[in-house]
């Protein structure tokens, strides 16, 4: 069985390409879907290989265009847009993070490297977000961030998110991973925060391999993540001719991604629209199919509230038992169909224990990590695979 943990992060394309073979439908598979290729060619032809070139710009003028946000500034991954609003928020050690105990490493560690504490929020019953409810309870004076993650691309509680940080002059940062074009009450998530972080890991719906994007609401800060983005340097400005030499002029890293990669994204990108509708035919066959079987043997299936307007990033079931959810992996896995779960509860993890994390401080975390299964999702899924899928779950 595939193992995960938090030292070796989630499961996101669990399967070497050795023992791919041994599953005729993935879990996931990457896929050419537009003009992919002609940009890439376009790209070397043009000799644009490094970063912020035309494709970079395209790609961003995208986000910002559909997203309606003043900056898309494309990193090397969600990760490192994530390590970017961290260092924009000048955090000090000592500063506490409000952080879901149910998701990916980096949403926690991109703020504890800058010596910041995580504090673990327990998550909804029914959508898997943070539980909003509880974050007032969890604030202290030194609270500087609140880290909203839209689990499978379903929206946060945005409105009382927004509102309990903005009473106590709290910072929001969207770890938008699974959720770009989803909405929340008609506005699009990723433009609620002062910053967000998008990944286009190849597990994303949108996808260049490795990479990400940081989005400032507030174009206030956006001299400073450019530099911070280019190695602490004032680059960015150089090559606008703002200055005659570019210099080190504060903190930064590496963050910048390869114009072969924008070249890549930019073709998924212009086709985003069919993405998401290939995308959203996945979930509704799936939801379709499996809804009353699901219910007739206490298996719970995704819930979306009516005001979000969901990504379609992932299409879960809740077994009734760790268990069951093991057998249903194996039965699955016994007809070429690989399964997956996902993430283990964060606060348990070596490092989350450090920070105080205990068993039982993040009860639903901890229930609902050990019964999810992720079924296999991605834009070139067929009908007939899916009929497949479909009719091994409901053979168990
Ligand atoms: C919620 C969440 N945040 C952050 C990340 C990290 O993304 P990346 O691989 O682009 O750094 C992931 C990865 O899948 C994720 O699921």
Known sequence: MISMDNNSPEVRHPITM??????????????????????????????????DQSFTKRCQGLLE????????????????????????????????????AFTFVSTANAFVLRGAWPVFIDIRQDTLN???????????????????????????????????????????????????????????????????AQSFHETKNVTCGEGGALLLNDAGYLERAEILREK????????????????????????????????FLFGQLEVWQQIQDKRRRVWEYYD???????????????????????????????????????ALIEHLKRRGILSVFHYLPL???????????RPGACPVTEDVSARLLRLPFYNTLSEFEQERVVAALLEF
Not at 156 to 185: K, P, Q, W
Not at 232 to 253: A, I, M, N
């Open 18 to 51: 050795t023992s791919q073979t041994q599953y005729s439908i993935p879990f996931n598979r990457s896929s050419v879907i537009g003009r992919e290729l002609d940009y890439i060619t376009e790209a070397l032809r043009i000799g644009q290989i490094g970063g």
């Open 232 to 263: 602490g340097t004032d680059r960015s400005r150089f090559f606008r001719g703002q200055v005659d030499k570019y210099t080190w002029v504060d903190l930064g890293s590496s963050y910048v991604m390869s114009d072969v990669l924008a070249a």
């Open 288 to 326: 379709r199919q499996l809804r009353d079987w699901a219910r007739e043997r206490g298996i719970r299936t995704p819930i979306v509230p009516p005001h979000c307007d969901q990504a379609y990033h992932m299409y879960y079931l809740l077994l009734p038992s760790l268990d069951q959810r093991t």
């Open 130 to 196: 943070m539980d909003e409810a509880q974050v007032e309870r969890l604030l202290t004076p030194r609270t500087k961030v609140i880290v909203p993650v839209h689990y499978a691309g379903v929206g946060c509680e945005m409105d009382v998110i927004t509102d309990i940080a903005s009473r106590h002059g709290i910072a929001v940062i969207e770890d938008n991973a699974h959720g770009l074009f989803g909405s929340y009450r008609g506005r699009k998530l990723g433009t609620f925060g002062s910053f967000s």
């Open 347 to 357: 606060h348990l993890s070596r490092m989350g224990q450090k920070f105080g994390g």
């Open 65 to 100: 265009q559909v997203l309606q946000v003043p900056k898309a500034l494309l990193t090397t991954s969600c990760t490192h847009a994530l390590e970017l609003a961290a260092l924009l928020l000048d955090l000090q050690p000592g500063d506490q993070v409000i952080v879901p």
